[in-house]
């Protein structure tokens, strides 16, 4: 009788330690797939679009901010071949409040623009978070930013000897996010990224991974380029790859190139959970993402369609969802009539494809407004959709005269925002895939959805 009451009470044992296995192999599997909240955004981008509520003013008004070169920057060209003129720019793209940050002129001097906006930025992000800065000294909070086009002192034929000790590490694209991360005192990793166009991007996905890992518990990141010379318009010109009128018109018949633009976008992120509990806004939350890269394709810098098609179906795998449940894609969308077609393609073969005629996918860029902001676009792109969740509308895509015949519109349910559209709140979440595909050849995508009700 006592070994069969041991058997028992040993079965019983075993029993509960497999309960509480199997609830804590749930528990990890929950938090590598939660959701992430983005707490508050922030941005400088072209047309003195210096806040979120900017940047929707401008979509939703239907306005672009294609201006000729700045003034303040003493650019010089040559007359032939003839070059495009017109862009997306910073107002006072060097002003800085060095004092503020403890750094003295002289270094201030030797630091890029993008550095010192940068700083700026992550200050405002976290207190847009009701956060106050100096309450994040010490934690671990993470710094992903993607950084790129470093050419602050690229022409110099000469350097003041007081700059040169603090020139080396003022045009480091590591201490973009090294000096975040030393100004506020945030012991998180601390990454810069460059990977072209998809930067932005494919810092937020890391930081998305890294707070689900746990390495940090709260994450600013996001990316942007400042062009402190006209080389980059120098050598898309030569490739003929440049808008004659500096304008991106995506996926339309009209596309004759990109509109190059400069600018810089963050976002202040936490696991969903660590936000409610800690009484942070959630403006919206990211339910999963992925990159890939193009490998051996077409060619270095070409488009690959199959990579995005690939990248798409593991953010959706990655979110657990269905492309059904999607309700619009802002797109990478750039203006280049090849680079448009195949991903409009990849598309329509992912989330157009046995869709209902009735509910199609809308597709949008908010390059048609600002520009292609290069570091700053998948970021860029991220805090528009956003701030539609927010207004319940997906705003129209500025200069499409029609969709590109270069791209097999009848073979799904894809439709162009080519006028303003109400996306009221319904039953089911709304959702948003967000793309950045870059010349380096790694793709990003993303899936957003409106926040959950407390």
């Known amino acids: 009788m006592a070994n069969e009451e041991k058997l028992v009470e040993y079965l019983k044992w075993t029993a509960a330690q497999l309960h509480r296995t199997q609830q804590r192999l749930r528990d990890l599997e929950a938090a590598q797939h939660e959701p992430i909240a983005v707490v508050a955004t922030a941005c400088r981008l072209p047309g003195k679009t210096d806040t979120p509520e900017d940047l929707w003013e401008l979509v939703a008004a239907g306005r672009d901010a294609v201006t000729g070169f700045p003034d303040d920057r003493a650019w010089t060209f040559p007359e032939e071949p003839p070059y495009a003129r017109l862009g997306g720019f910073l107002d006072g793209a060097a002003d800085f409040d060095a004092e503020f940050f403890g750094i003295g002129p002289t270094e201030a001097l030797a630091t890029e623009p993008l550095q010192r906006l940068m700083l700026h930025l992550a200050w405002e992000t976290v207190e847009r978070g009701h956060i106050a800065p100096h309450t994040l000294r010490s934690t671990p909070t993470g710094v992903y930013v993607g950084a790129t086009g470093h050419d602050y002192a690229a022409r110099l034929e000469s350097v003041p000897d007081e700059l040169v000790p603090y020139l080396g590490g003022g045009t480091s694209g590591s201490l973009v996010s090294g000096r975040i991360a030393y100004a506020l005192g945030l012991e998180g990793p601390a990454i810069s990224v460059d990977t072209a166009c998809s930067s932005s991007l494919v810092a937020i996905h890391l930081a998305c991974q890294a707070l689900r890992r746990g390495e940090c518990r709260l994450a600013l990141a996001g990316g942007g380029t400042v062009m402190s010379t006209p080389h980059t318009f120098h050598a898309f010109a030569h490739q003929k790859s440049l808008a004659s009128d500096g304008r991106c018109k995506p996926f339309a018949a009209a596309a004759d190139g990109m ?194 009700a407390p």
């Open 259 to 452: 509109g190059l633009a400069e600018g810089a976008a963050l976002v202040l992120l936490e696991r969903l959970s660590d936000a409610r509990h800690n009484d942070h806004p959630v403006l919206a939350v990211i339910r999963g993402s992925a990159l890939n890269q193009d490998g051996a394709g077409y060619g270095l810098a070409a488009p690959n369609g199959p990579s995005q098609q690939h990248v798409i179906h593991a953010a959706l795998a990655d979110a657990g969802l269905a492309p059904e449940q999607i309700d619009a894609v802002e797109a990478h969308g750039t203006g280049t009539p090849i680079g448009d077609a195949i991903e409009a393609q990849a598309l329509l073969a992912t989330y157009g494809a046995r869709r209902p005629a009735d509910r199609p996918l809308w597709l949008g860029s908010v390059k048609s407004n600002t520009g292609h902001t290069q570091g700053a676009a998948g970021a860029a792109a991220l805090i528009k959709m956003v701030e539609a969740l927010r207004h319940d509308a997906l705003p129209a895509t500025l200069h499409v005269d029609r969709p590109t015949p270069l791209a097999a519109w009848k073979s799904g349910a894809v439709r162009l925002l080519t006028h303003t559209v109400d996306w009221p709140r319904r039953d089911q979440p709304r959702r948003v895939g967000v793309s950045a595909f870059a010349t380096s050849g790694t793709n990003a995508h993303l899936i957003l959805e409106e926040p959950p």
